[in-house]
């Protein structure tokens, strides 16, 4: 609630869009222009989309659909909290991950854009377990290392997966894969058995499932 008013004072000064298409959702906030500089960022300002059937397919989030927007708020709030074991670290979103990236132009091809990069700011480590949960092997990380963050919504098909997770791994030092169901987790454990070389890759990239670690979801 606290949270709330405060946002509700920000868009009352223009800082902040807020709408709640469907009331039995919380509201979606969004920052202006104004609000943009009044925090030092040059970013243009994303409206919400114009078109009902866009605003749904983006923001709605209940047993029908599933935002994506809203998932990667919730594992940037997850991941901040120290949750699934993340060090201490900055982010880095994909608006600010856009701008590093080249310009688009026709016929050139740019690296797979992640939902977002932990820049570690200490050392970390993660476990590697089997079903039975035995510890198999511990990934050490290092401070100043870069975790590419992927929130997977959709079945992609292998051939999708087999380009976007070497291009990852080319970019960051590890791959934090968040996956909305069983079968998305699997699709991506089997890509990365199958389409990275060495075993060193493999045990860069981990994989969770998103009920795992955001039961609310």
Known sequence: MATSKLLRKLAARGYLEVIQPWADQPAWYRATAPG????????????????????????????????????????????????????????????????????REK??????????????????????????GTILDTVEMKAGQLTGVEVECTLKSDYRLSEILPDLLAHHDYVWYFCLTPAIKQAVADVRRDALKTDNERRRVRILLLEDNLPCL
């Open 36 to 103: 943009l500089r009044a925090i030092g960022l040059d970013w243009p300002e994303i409206p919400f989309p114009p078109e009902y059937e866009d605003l749904e397919a983006r923001l709605r989030h209940d047993q029908q659909f599933k935002s994506h927007n809203h998932l990667i708020n919730q594992v940037r709030l997850l991941l901040a909290r120290g949750g699934a074991g993340a060090p201490a670290h900055t982010w880095k979103g994909e608006r600010a991950i856009e701008l590093a990236l080249p310009p």
């Open 107 to 132: 016929g050139l091809r740019r690296p797979h854009k992640a939902d977002g990069i932990l820049h570690l700011k200490e050392d970390g480590a993660w476990s590697i377990t089997a079903k039975d």
